[in-house]
């Protein structure tokens, strides 16, 4: 059974950085596109990065410029570089693999920004 974990959170200064990771347990082949998503208390859930497996990124316009998405050759993990961090960045943030048969979500790491 596949299974996703994120990692990489947790309390961070207003302009400071983290780098979270996601990392695959199981066999996890045909993976289209990953990504990162994050939800504030009160909020929907929102998508903040993605890259497919061609290797194109998109961000939201709140991150371009601040935040970086990558992954590794194996397409098994997937990483996003947070920098500039401010206290609306503040949210749990859940990495995602989309598969031809559906989705994979992690259970999220905690990022939050206050000083």
């Known amino acids: 059974q596949v299974q996703l974990m994120e990692s990489g959170g947790g309390l961070v200064q207003p302009g400071g950085s983290l780098r979270l990771s996601c990392t695959t347990s199981?066999?996890?082949?045909?993976?289209?596109?990953s990504s990162w998503y994050r939800q504030a208390p009160g909020k929907q859930r929102e998508l903040v990065a993605s890259i497919t497996g061609g290797g194109i990124t998109n961000y939201a316009d709140s991150v371009k410029g601040r935040f970086t998405i990558s992954r590794d050759k194996t397409y098994t993990s997937v990483y996003l570089q947070l920098s500039s961090l401010k206290p609306e960045d503040t949210a749990i943030y859940y990495c995602?693999?989309?598969?031809?048969?559906?989705?994979?979500w992690g259970q999220g790491t905690q990022v939050t920004v206050s000083s």
């Open positions: 199981g066999n996890i082949s045909g993976v289209k596109a």
């Open positions: 995602n693999m989309r598969v031809p048969w559906g989705d994979y």
